[in-house]
Nanobody
Framework: QVQLVESGGGLVQPGGSLTLSCLAS????????MSWVRQAPGKGVEWISD???????SYSSSVKGRFTISRDSAKNTLYLHMNDLKSDYTAVYYC??????????????RGQGTQVTVSA
């Protein structure tokens, strides 16, 4: 069955960097678009970034220039490289699988999330 397992979260100081990983199983990641979303305390789910099967990427305005999404097909793993972190980036970060190859489709699976806390 489809599983997504995020890792790499933790406590980091403002201005620091983290790389999140999402290990996929039960499907071939290169055949599907994937995305990262996050949920801050007391707030709704916010879309951050996605990547389609052609490797085209897109980002929300709140993270563009700071975050980079990438994919290692050999490892069936999705990454989110986060630089120059701010305190309002504190949230649980989730990776999601899209229903098809396009980034415009809906998500059908989401992982359990990994906590990122940005604090001095």
């Amino acid at each position: 069955q489809v599983q997504l397992v995020e890792s790499g979260g933790g406590l980091v100081q403002p201005g620091g960097s983290l790389t999140l990983s999402c290990l996929a199983s039960g499907f071939t990641m290169r055949d599907y678009a994937m995305s990262w979303v996050r949920q801050a305390p007391g707030k709704g789910v916010e879309w951050i970034s996605d990547i389609n099967v052609a490797g085209a990427t897109s980002y929300s305005s709140s993270v563009k220039g700071r975050f980079t999404i990438s994919r290692d097909s050999a490892k069936n793993t999705l990454y989110l490289h986060m630089n120059d972190l701010k305190s309002d980036y504190t949230a649980v970060y989730y990776c999601s699988k899209k229903t098809g190859s396009s980034e415009f489709g809906p998500d059908d699976y989401r992982g359990q999330g990994t906590q990122v806390t940005v604090s001095a």
